[in-house]
């Protein structure tokens, strides 16, 4: 078999084989042995590559948000007018959560290892100002952070739900938080309008 010289491609095979293994059995079910049998690689390759399985995971998750992150670029650099780019917000909601569970499952474990550990906390937080950096690019930083969350709540939700919400709910969800849709002020019962346009001028005079 060839050794780790002559075999390039070995450190992203065990990368791969790792997230795979994490997709199926939880962080807490891989092992340094589990991920060469998965990878088809020697066991002596993990030490080879990798100091340990806390220097591997933290790489494959790295390697993961940044799949996530050109999934977000590759939505949004097309998009030339606010209408575009919230149309290109609404596209990479339903790719996102249309996409394999596999995708899901390691957020998800990314999410548990970063509530307890600093170093994947730190990566989220990357992650975090890469996504807001690209929104950036078509809205106020304000309105990109609010766009952030969206999508990572409506990605979820849309996943989960056996009878998730269509592109119409999506794309109105998008417009408000953009401005683009504002919900008109609902009328005062006319005793109460009464009484407030009262304590108004009561208060001005």
């Known amino acids: 078999m060839a050794t780790g010289h002559t075999d390039p491609h070995r450190r992203a ?13 939880g962080v807490a079910g891989v092992s340094h042995r589990k991920i060469a049998a998965r990878a088809g690689v020697p066991l002596g390759s993990m030490t080879y590559h990798f100091t340990g399985i806390d220097e591997l995971l933290l790489e494959a998750f790295t390697g993961y948000a940044d799949h996530v992150a050109a999934v977000f670029e590759r939505h949004l650099a097309g998009a030339a007018t606010p209408a575009e780019a919230r149309e290109a917000v609404t596209d990479l909601i339903h790719t996102l ?10 957020v998800q474990e990314l999410y548990t290892l970063a509530a307890r550990r600093e170093p994947y906390r730190a990566l989220c937080a990357r992650w975090m100002r890469r996504s807001r950096a690209l929104l950036e690019t078509h809205f106020p930083p304000d309105t990109a952070r609010q766009l952030d969350a969206l999508i990572e709540g409506f990605t979820l939700h849309r996943a989960l739900d056996h009878d998730p919400s269509g592109r119409p709910l999506t794309r109105e969800a998008v417009g408000r938080v953009t401005g683009r849709v504002r919900r008109m002020p ?14 108004i001028r009561h208060v001005g005079s």
């Open 13 to 25: 095979r065990i990368l791969a084989a790792a997230l795979d293994l994490i997709a199926e059995e």
């Open 186 to 199: 609902t009328a005062l019962p006319q005793h109460i309008s009464v009484r407030v346009l009262s304590g």
């Open 97 to 106: 959560s249309e996409g394999p569970r596999r995708d899901l499952i390691l």
